[in-house]
């Protein structure tokens, strides 16, 4: 493997079917563009689940409700904020 600016380089075998099917789906041109892709969701998903876990494991004393209705009143301006 070799590493320029960030990037590595890596010689892969990929199922074939399974790398038409991406491009498929995902409207992406190149088996590279594919590949990121497959990457940054698989650890988008990763991290998710983490956040998953803290769950019953974080106070929390605000008013949910109070803060969504707050996201939708327009201010002076006529902009939601």
């Keep these: 493997m070799y590493?320029?600016?960030g990037m590595k380089?890596?010689?892969i075998i990929l199922d074939e079917t399974l790398v038409e099917q991406g491009l498929k789906l995902t409207?992406?041109?190149t088996?590279?563009?594919?590949?990121?892709?497959a990457l940054l969701q698989l650890v988008r998903r990763e991290k998710q689940f983490g956040l998953l876990g803290l769950k019953g494991k974080i106070q929390w004393d605000g008013d949910l409700n109070a803060i969504r209705a707050g996201m939708f009143r327009e201010d002076s301006s006529g902009y939601n904020c």
């Design 9 to 11: 380089r890596t010689h």
């Design 3 to 5: 590493n320029v600016c």
């Design 27 to 29: 409207g992406l041109k």
């Design 31 to 37: 088996q590279k563009d594919l590949i990121h892709h």
